[in-house]
């Protein structure tokens, strides 16, 4: 039985009110949703076709009830902060996590994943099935709808919704494979029908299989323009939606080098 359904009757359950992105729709694509994804692309400088090497900083933190429910996917005790390199050209993203308990090293393309630990090489499957989801979702994180405009597929319109005030176009669309090592994932793309920058990213959890059944959102915020005109968001929550609305993670990037030149 999965973690969150254990835990179930502990919580206090408050629905979700978000739309959810395990609805699938099998239309043909929309074309008016794929020039909104890629008008959101360009609005953020594309910087998955635009920058070769992305070097990024995070820090932040968990919430004790993420910890809880999901100890590994969390992996708390090794992931306050982290450096993360991004090679485009080979879709590969290698990641240095830092927390309490020391280095936990992460290097993730899609055919492979390698986990270590204070040196020390993993070969847990559950931690290795953790690990690709957490690099795959960060590579959409930072990279956002350029990412999403290569590798989505089954683009449509939803009926659009404001977040803080700020009407926005809901693009759900299908990823195959799916976030980590899963087949297949759904989601949906809040972009702002003013800026066009990404805003909201909600998205299914096959990829382990204590959060099958389970979705998450992640909200984009405090944009900030690197030199050449890419905007990248500096502020991530992270909530889950179902089948428990709880918030699981705020974090923040605290620099950003672009093709060996920092940016801040």
């Known amino acids: 039985m999965k973690i969150l359904a254990l835990l179930l009757p502990l919580l206090a359950v408050s629905c979700a009110n978000l739309p959810d ?5 099998t239309s043909p694509a929309d074309p008016k949703a794929i020039a ?3 008008r ?3 609005a953020h400088g594309d910087p998955w076709k635009r920058h ?3 070097t ?4 932040g933190e968990w919430s004790r009830l993420a910890t809880r429910i999901q100890p590994v996917l969390t992996d708390s005790a090794f992931r306050k902060s982290s450096v993360e390199i ?7 993203v290698s990641q240095s996590h830092t927390g309490p308990e020391g280095t936990k090293m992460v290097t993730r393309d899609r055919n492979s994943i390698s986990v270590s630990y204070n040196g020390t090489p993993s070969d847990d499957s559950e931690k290795l099935d953790a690990a690709a989801l957490v690099a795959d979702a960060y590579t959409v994180f930072v990279f956002g709808s350029s990412w999403l405009a290569e590798n989505g597929t089954g683009f449509q319109l939803l009926p659009g919704q404001s977040i803080d005030g700020e009407a926005c176009h809901l693009v759900s669309g299908t990823l195959k494979p799916g976030i980590g090592r899963s087949p297949e994932d759904r989601f949906i793309a809040w972009i702002s029908q003013d800026t066009g920058y990404l805003k909201r990213f909600q998205f299914t959890l096959n990829g382990l299989e204590s959060t099958k059944g389970s979705d998450v959102d992640v909200t984009f915020s405090e944009m900030r323009i690197a030199p050449g005109g890419s905007v990248w968001p500096t502020h991530f929550i992270e909530r889950v939606q179902r089948p428990v609305k709880i918030k699981a993670h705020d974090w923040r990037m605290t620099s950003l080098s672009l093709d060996g030149q920092k940016a801040w």
């Open 40 to 42: 959101s692309a360009a």
């Open 52 to 54: 070769s090497r992305v």
């Open 56 to 59: 990024v900083s995070f820090k």
């Open 21 to 25: 992105p395990y609805v699938a729709n």
């Open 86 to 92: 991004y090679r485009t050209g080979r879709k590969q």
């Open 36 to 38: 909104i994804m890629e």
